[in-house]
């Protein structure tokens, strides 16, 4: 007889379900650090609800046990559709062949969005999906364990995977509180499962043939309450433990240190080497673009604001749920006195793939983007985190800022601007202090320094070339290769940039530099009326930005042929009307490719880099520590039989040792009784059985059961049970043999699905649990 899996009451049923429901969305919130807001908790916990109570009321209409969870995968199916599925639905809840094609997007969106955001992440649709799918599938787990199973013990390895996550991402884990309640809402389970489990018992009553002892209905408390808050503190200080001993991916020796690493990563290597792509000989297309007021602008992908010495960096931040790109925050530091004007530009991406979105700098707002889209406080960029450029097209509006010269120049100290726009690390070589103080030592204001800078870099003492930095050996944008380029006087526009950016942080002007695409090149299309203009791989670019006092940050063009140079940014502006300073080289970007901006997002066509190939094996460190997770049951049951064999060959109570784990392998096969019967009666259930029935098994049986009652009840016996036992090493041999024997066919006479469950989720280690927290196994035990 099988009352837990048989003859548990519908109240018994939904008193489990309800434990069950609020052991998973406890644990869910062990996601709190790693994703802001609260909304996507509570649609993880109306899945879940959905899964769990739905179970519940399958079970009331007295389905088949094993059909259920068949079904909560169906009633999960539901739900997502009604979440997600959208007008591809029939009635919002059926799902069509379309509803797959928008399930399909959306996971492949939550792979990227994992891949791109930092923490605390936006919980975008894609996210919500992934979330809602993993927590909807760990609900069905947890109820299977606990409801068909019937090993509420194990519902923790489900619910652990939720708490362990963070430990992976973040360097405190999952927090502390969340921890404990998770561990009473698991105590808590258990403890309904042993009250619903005794009365299910005294309600069937006992097997006649057998003599059974059954327990009181009321226990008190005090004999019990010991050994479970005993097992809720060593819950707390392993979790505890765990929580803060797993390295995160962040800190991981295995993925690599820095931002770069995290989950939830931008994607962006903040080394420019734009020379790998600008050396190709052929260009490729990325966008083309309608300006309806005629713009010519450059288009900026990302802002570099970090120098380290070596290379700039982007400066990491999490994204921001509310920046979304229908109405894009003002410029940093720009005042109601300089003139602006908004100008429409309908863009049209073509080979690019990233995951920042080419935008004039500054802009107003964006329309007609696919995905989740949102811009960053400070440069504006626009960054996705659940999708990229491909194939989009979109209106930005331009906010084109015209300082005049004078607003420029009578810009007071820049106080309003963050430090580290000045930062320079401590050892600048000399020749970047001397070029420093000889261009802006004589400028009577910070903006008659910056267009000295930008007049020495444009002057025809210096080339543009992609080749001489790599052949003699200078390429980037650190210190030291400033300094190689300053001397050899020959680079392309990343060395210029640089240049220039470093140069005014040394004067005492803030700085960054803007990574992105120059104005392209006009065509002979009109569409009604407007020229086309084409942008492709050779109009890769990086450009400084300098802050000025009531204006905010103005771009400067540095590179000799490459972009246009800013009217006020010219030497006697006002005066001339050139575009370019009469003494710049006429020479123009070699016919090249595209530079390798960004290692981790392709920006034409391809997609590969360090970003990407990061991410699996991201995935691959999580599948492992979960597919851990749910073998760690059997790994422990594995340990468990090794440790009583040992016992028998050491001789230490070995005929305990083999009845032990002769009622633990029958356990696991769901075989019940032995607990509630003496050694004799519960061999003679065992007799009875097809496989045990032939001579040498069932002779093994019989010495098996007369050693361990020689063990306890005969002469000599209630020594402890570490105590060695003087045999001879035939007889352990002899009770090695028997026990293997024995377990073999018990074994034989199981259904397959039988050993499975065996080997993974073993019946046993869970009786041995609630034995440990001094609670009644589920026969009597």
Not at 146 to 155: E, F, G, K, T
Not at 724 to 738: A, W
């Amino acid at each position: 007889m099988r009352p837990d899996s048989a003859a548990l009451t519908l109240g018994g049923r939904l008193a489990l379900t309800a434990a069950s429901f609020l052991l998973m969305v406890i644990a869910t919130m062990s996601l709190g650090p790693l994703i802001a807001g609260g909304g996507w908790w509570w649609l993880c916990a109306f899945v879940s609800a959905g899964v769990f109570f739905g179970g519940a009321g399958l079970r009331a209409l007295r389905l088949p046990s094993a059909l259920v969870p068949l079904l909560e995968c169906v009633v999960l199916l539901l739900l997502l559709t009604l979440l997600f599925g959208g007008a591809t639905s029939i009635a919002f809840i059926v799902p069509t062949p379309d509803t797959f094609g928008v399930f399909g997007e959306l996971f492949t969106g939550s792979q990227r969005t994992i891949a791109q955001q930092t923490v605390p992440a936006v919980a975008v649709p894609a996210l919500g999906f992934a979330l809602a799918l993993g927590v909807g599938v760990l609900s069905i787990l947890l109820d299977v364990l606990v409801q068909v199973a019937r090993v509420p013990a194990l519902a923790a390895v489900p619910a652990f995977v939720p708490v362990v996550i963070p430990g992976f991402l973040v360097e405190d884990g999952a927090e502390i509180p969340v921890l404990v309640c998770t561990a009473a809402a698991y105590l808590l389970l258990l403890r309904i499962d042993v009250r619903v489990s005794r009365r299910a018992r005294m309600a069937a009553g006992g097997d006649e043939e057998v003599a059974t002892v059954s327990a009181p209905k009321r226990v008190p408390v005090a004999s019990t309450l010991g050994a479970s808050l005993g097992v809720a503190a060593t819950g707390l200080v392993v979790a505890s433990v765990l929580a803060a001993s797993t390295p995160s991916i962040a800190t991981s020796l295995l993925l690599g240190n820095g931002s770069q690493g995290a989950l939830f990563a931008r994607g962006v290597s903040p080394f420019i080497d734009l020379g790998r792509d600008l050396r190709r000989p052929e260009a490729r297309p990325a966008f083309r673009y309608l300006a309806r007021d005629g713009d010519r602008p450059n288009f900026t992908l990302l802002t570099l604001d970090r120098f380290e010495g070596d290379v700039w960096a982007v400066t990491e931040a999490p994204v921001d749920g509310d920046n979304t790109v229908d109405e894009i925050g003002a410029p940093e530091g720009l005042g109601p006195e300089v003139a602006t004007s908004e100008h429409p530009i309908d863009v049209l991406v073509s080979e690019v793939r990233t995951t920042w979105l080419p935008v004039p700098y500054p802009s107003t707002k964006v329309d007609g983007l696919s995905g989740s889209w949102y811009w960053d406080d400070g440069p504006l960029t626009v960054r996705s985190v659940d999708t990229n450029t491909a194939g989009q097209s979109y209106e930005v509006t331009r906010l084109e800022v015209e300082p005049t010269v004078e607003q420029l120049r009578t810009a007071g100290p820049a106080q309003s601007v963050d430090a580290k726009f000045l930062d320079l690390p401590d050892e600048v070589p000399a020749i970047i202090t001397d070029t420093a103080a000889e261009l802006a030592g004589t400028a009577a204001t910070p903006y008659d320094a910056a267009v000295a800078i930008q007049a020495f870099l444009r002057s025809s003492a210096f080339q543009y070339s992609t080749e001489a930095p790599v052949e003699e050996g200078y390429d980037g944008g650190g210190f030291d290769v400033i300094a190689s380029f300053l001397e050899a006087k020959s680079g392309y526009c990343v060395h210029f940039a640089s240049t220039m950016a470093v140069l005014a942080r040394e004067a005492g002007i803030p700085s960054r530099i803007s990574v992105g695409y120059t104005s392209g090149s006009p065509t002979t299309e009109r569409v009604d009326g407007v020229q086309r203009v084409e942008v492709d791989s050779h109009d890769l670019h990086a450009w400084p930005e300098l802050y000025f006092e009531g204006v905010g940050w103005v771009p400067f063009e540095p590179t000799p042929g490459r972009g246009a140079v800013p009217e006020y940014s010219r030497p006697g502006a006002g005066q001339s009307q050139t575009s370019v300073l009469p003494n710049a080289p006429a020479t123009t970007a070699p016919a090249t490719g595209r530079p390798e901006l960004d290692p981790d997002r392709g920006l034409a066509g391809g997609t590969s880099g360090q970003g990407q190939d990061a991410a699996p094996l991201r995935a691959a460190v999580l599948l492992i520590a979960v597919v851990a997770l749910l073998l760690l049951p059997a790994a422990l049951r594995m340990l468990q039989r090794a440790t009583r064999r040992r016992r028998i060959r050491a001789g230490r109570a070995p005929a305990d040792a083999a009845w032990d784990e002769l009622i633990a392998t029958a356990r696991d096969l769901g075989i019940e009784g032995a607990a509630v019967v003496t050694p004799r009666g519960f061999a003679a259930r065992l007799a009875e059985r097809p496989a045990l029935r032939g001579a040498e098994p069932l002779a093994a049986l019989v010495r098996l059961r007369d050693a361990v009652e020689r063990e306890r009840y005969g002469p000599g016996a209630g020594g402890a049970v570490g105590d060695t036992v003087p045999v001879d090493s035939r007889s352990l041999e002899t009770l090695r043999h028997d026990l293997d024997l024995v377990c073999r066919g018990l074994a034989t006479d199981a259904r397959p699905a039988e050993r499975v469950r065996a080997t993974l989720v073993p019946m046993s280690l869970a009786d041995g649990i609630r034995r440990a927290s001094g609670v009644r196994t589920a026969d009597g035990a």
